[in-house]
T-cell receptor, first 112, second 110 residues
Framework: DTEVTQTPKHLVMGMTNKKSLKCEQHMGHRAMYWYKQKAKKPPELMFVYSYEKLSINESVPSRFSPECPNSSLLNLHLHALQPEDSALYLC???????????FGPGTRLTVL | SQQGEEDPQALSIQEGENATMNCSYKTSINNLQWYRQNSGRGLVHLILIRSNEREKHSGRLRVTLDTSKKSSSLLITASRAADTASYFCATGYEFDDMRFGAGTRLTVKP
């Protein structure tokens, strides 16, 4: 299985809502990543988990809270988001050590 | 933060022509990768070239790397309409983090 899955595909939420994005991979990869991508811009790294431990946090606001329950799953908990947080959120996995990353299809998030 | 700069930002060619995209970066790297993204979807890995390699081929793709100039190029030969997408270079230097260039939007007209 060489696929990274993400749910939901689309999400619309208000600024007071709490929601979660989910990501799953079954390739045995030890590293998992969250990226944020605005329209016509490159993906921006948010978080990196290595062996289920948070190894990189790119100074992301606390309204984004990542969680890695096990080696196959990665969540991104959202709370009190702002309209400017509307973007495509991409999950990726890889063997780490600056190697190839495998991306999911993304969750299109709209914050009203 | 963004690491690489790519040019051109947009490229429009006819089917069958070759497309060349360039990427420049600022710091020392361990490797450089190229990814493709179809509109609004996830990224697909195309090719990885290590810092001690100068050229790499994969099908219709040819990538070069010049570490002295801190630049790389991606050549797509005999382009097809299905090659229409955004292409990003990505550089890895610190452990596990990867930074993407601004990307080139390629349009291949049938």
């Amino acid at each position: 299985d060489t696929e990274v899955t993400q749910t939901p595909k689309h999400l619309v939420m208000g600024m007071t809502n709490k929601k979660s994005l989910k990501c799953e991979q079954h390739m045995g990869h030890r590293a998992m990543y969250w990226y944020k991508q605005k329209a016509k811009k490159p993906p921006e790294l948010m978080f990196v988990y290595s062996y289920e431990k948070l190894s990189i946090n790119e100074s992301v606001p606390s309204r984004f809270s990542p969680e890695c329950p096990n080696s196959s799953l990665l969540n991104l908990h959202l709370h009190a988001l702002q309209p400017e947080d509307s973007a495509l959120y991409l999950c990726a996995s890889g063997s780490g050590e600056r190697g190839t990353q495998y991306f999911g299809p993304g969750t299109r998030l709209t914050v009203l | 933060s963004q690491q690489g700069e790519e040019d051109p930002q947009a490229l429009s060619i006819q089917e069958g022509e070759n497309a060349t995209m360039n990427c420049s970066y600022k710091t020392s790297i361990n490797n450089l990768q190229w990814y493709r993204q179809n509109s609004g979807r996830g990224l697909v890995h195309l090719i990885l070239i290590r810092s001690n390699e100068r050229e790499k081929h994969s099908g219709r793709l040819r990538v070069t790397l010049d570490t002295s100039k801190k630049s790389s190029s991606l050549l797509i030969t005999a382009s097809r309409a299905a090659d229409t997408a955004s292409y990003f270079c990505a550089t890895g230097y610190e452990f596990d983090d990867m930074r993407f260039g601004a990307g080139t939007r390629l349009t291949v007209k049938p």
